[in-house]
């Protein structure tokens, strides 16, 4: 799967592993919109790019945990690029280490909103757009692939991230139940799994923290694999992890 040349958006592109999937993409030729809701940050990555890579850069300021945003940050993507075929939903939040014993209403609604509702109206608007895109000319190819940024609490769930695992659960099904959507048309759903990733949000470090670059790596291993090879998860373990 050739990428080059292709166009992405990526949510919480701005910081942590959105930063980092950013600049592998720009690094492939990928023309970008980069979305966070501080512009001066995206900004801020965009010059970073455009310092390093040949590719188009494009910001757009969006709180993607209301729905109005992402829908203007999808059809301002279109917009101005005429047409994307990769979307990254890696905008998210954490639970502030809470049991849901000891949750509110609040918490919950923040953290369903920023990490899974997000991730539903820009992948049901972009899926729209994708499908409209030409057939594409190979076999191996795809229209376009939208790939999510869950976690290993995703998979699995623990007490003090009861949230955060309900709203990355979520977000497995939303993949799973897209990416069998998107076999008729050639669009491919998937998502990363990560354990703790050295980012500001997780306060993680230390060599036994995964670094975003990691998780951009696997990004873009996900969007070069032949259609055949396409999984629906990659779980991005520690080292030592049981």
């Not at 497995?172 to 897209?178: E, R, V």
């Not at 669009?187 to 060599?207: D, F, S, W």
Request: proline letters at 3%; hydrophobic letters at 45%.
């Amino acid at each position: 799967m050739k990428i080059r040349g292709k166009i992405a958006i990526v949510t919480g592109g701005n910081g942590g592993i959105g930063r980092a999937i950013a600049h592998a993409l720009a690094a492939e030729g990928v023309h970008l919109v980069i979305c966070g809701r501080r512009e001066d940050k995206n900004k801020a990555v965009a010059w970073e790019i455009d310092g390093r890579s040949n590719v188009a850069v494009e910001t757009i300021a969006a709180d993607v945990s209301l729905e109005a945003d992402c829908l203007r940050l999808i059809e301002e993507s279109r917009a101005r690029f005429g047409r994307f075929e990769f979307l990254v939903n890696c905008a998210g939040c954490g639970d502030a280490g809470k049991n849901i014993a000891d949750s509110t209403t609040e918490d919950f609604e923040k953290v369903l909103r920023t990490n899974l509702h997000s991730a539903y109206w820009c992948s049901r608007e972009a899926f729209k757009l994708m499908r409209d895109l030409p057939e594409p000319d190979s076999p191996d190819a795809t229209r376009g692939a939208i790939i999510n940024i869950a976690s290993v609490c995703g998979v699995d769930a623990w007490a003090g991230a009861g949230i955060y695992c309900i709203s990355k659960h979520g977000m497995m099904a939303l993949t799973k139940a897209m990416a069998d959507e998107g076999a008729a048309h050639k669009i491919r759903v998937a998502a990363v799994c990560p354990a703790q990733v050295a980012t500001p949000m997780t306060g993680a470090e230390g060599p036994d923290a995964i670094a975003p670059e990691d998780i951009a790596a696997t990004v873009i291993y996900l969007l070069k694999l032949r259609a055949a090879a396409w999984p629906t998860s990659i779980v991005v373990d520690r080292r030592g992890a049981e």
